[in-house]
């Protein structure tokens, strides 16, 4: 069924303030509990991602296969007749295998996550960049945790929209996880600093990742020959910077399972903190 | 514009077509030979019907596939286009969704493939596909940079093909016959030295009877 655009969720904790009066610091004072070594051990021991609402913005989500489980909600995002936005509850499944795979590798990273399908492939090429407008609009509005995003635009009247809706992700605690380009390609919206952009490695290890000092591309996660799930029940072995992304939402929401108070800058310092080189150069 | 210009465009134009469709096949060629793969096709996105065009093909199906035709946005061409995203999948006939979908595309279900959107500038003109290379080893990066560096030359060759086209539509509406006279310079032009100077002496003759003609 159609739904009309649900209004942003009102979170007190992230309503804007425009300046401070003189005596107010008290009033803002905030908890912290930053180790003095921030390991990996702090970062997510023992979490399973519970808690966490994870979005894949993808071409749906085959929900029952068994690197998959369940997904919570799964909706598809159109455009009308009238130019309108629709976003309507989903019962296709999956149109390709790619957003099965990506919710396979994020659930074997954090197994008690909340899974939500955004689809916004199979309405064709044409008008695709303003489905991919409309579904990420949609999930920042949902106030998603983590949000998967294998997805990315070439066309410039993008841009400038994009950019907008990823500030506003990073001020309203939804962590935008986008896959960045292999080629010297201008798109978006992984290029943006208010995004966790992800390339691939070569290892075999799920949980090892890099922290990239020549960005844009920021991270490195497990990218190549990749065992994913797929449609028709399917396992199958895939390489590719969009397979990799997965593995840093999966890690997010480790993270966010175990420290939900953490801001998407915050979170970019943790993962930095437990980056593979990073932590190597400080043993 | 004068009548010599648009001489000297339709010149330009004619022809090229072919030429620009047989740098595309040999894209296709040599990506197929360098992965040492089955076969290689090119796809190009119509962006009137919204649908991906078989373009060119190398290796296993190139007869029947050329010219064919499905939806934009679906199975993996359609993803790999949508999301600008290249994608390596192998033992793809564990999906039995996708070995029936592809065997009614194609006419055979290959057990691996590489898909890399074609994009040159703001847009995306289509998607080169690799289809069954060796799984000899494990799919490297470096392969991926190689896929993307024939992506390129592919984007540019489908980039000058789409030109040379709506070139020589506009020639062919123009309704002037400037495409046909072009048409008869490109081939006299392209005539072997001993046979090129009679094809002009003719085509002098032709139009000193025509404008004898016209002025009577």
Known sequence: ?283 | MSDELRAAVAAGVIGSQETFRSLLESVAEVSRAIFGAKAASIFLLDEETDELVFEAVAGDGAETLLGQRFPSSTGIAGWVLVTRQPLVIEDVTEDPRFAKDFAETTGYVPKGLMAVPLLHGERALGVLEVLDRPQRSQFSLVEMDLLGLFANQAAIALDLLQRARRAEAVLAESGEGADVVARLATTVGNLEDERREPGLKLIAALEEVLRRNEGG
Not at chain 1, 17 to 45: C, H, K, Q, Y
Not at chain 1, 137 to 154: I, K, P, Y
Not at chain 1, 162 to 175: G, I, Q
Not at chain 1, 186 to 209: A, L, N, Q
């Open chain 1, 1 to 283: 069924m159609a739904q009309p655009e649900q209004k942003p969720e009102q979170r007190p904790d992230i309503r804007p303030a425009w300046s401070l009066p003189a005596g107010e610091g008290d009033n803002i004072a905030l908890p912290v509990e930053w180790p003095g070594e921030v390991t990996r051990d702090w970062a997510w021991g023992e979490s399973t991602g519970k808690g966490v609402r994870v979005c894949i913005l993808d071409s749906g989500v085959d929900a029952g296969h068994p690197l998959v489980g369940e997904v919570q909600r799964s909706v598809a995002v159109s455009i009308g007749a009238d130019e309108e936005v629709v976003v309507e509850d989903d019962s296709e499944g999956d149109l390709c295998g790619h957003g099965t795979a990506c919710a396979g590798i994020v659930r074997s990273l954090a197994p008690d996550c909340e899974l939500i399908s955004v689809r916004v492939l199979g309405a064709g090429f044409t008008g695709s960049g303003g489905v991919l407008l409309a579904g990420l609009r949609w999930a920042v509005e949902q106030g998603f945790d983590v949000v998967n995003m294998s997805l990315s635009t070439t066309k410039r009247q993008f841009a400038g929209l994009l950019h907008e809706l990823t500030d506003k992700a990073y001020f309203r605690r939804t962590v935008l996880v986008a896959s960045a380009h292999n080629m010297p390609v201008e798109s978006y919206p992984w290029r943006f600093s208010s995004v966790i952009s992800v390339g691939s490695h070569e290892e075999p290890d799920p949980m090892t990742f890099f922290y990239n000092p020549d960005p844009p591309v920021e991270f490195f996660a497990r990218g190549v020959d990749v065992e994913v799930a797929w449609t028709g029940g399917a396992r199958i072995r895939c390489t590719g910077n969009s397979f990799a992304t997965p593995h840093m939402t999966g890690l997010c929401a480790l993270v966010l399972g175990k420290h939900p108070e953490l801001t998407p800058f915050q979170l970019k310092s943790v993962l930095y903190l437990t980056s593979s080189n990073v932590e190597a150069a400080g043993e």
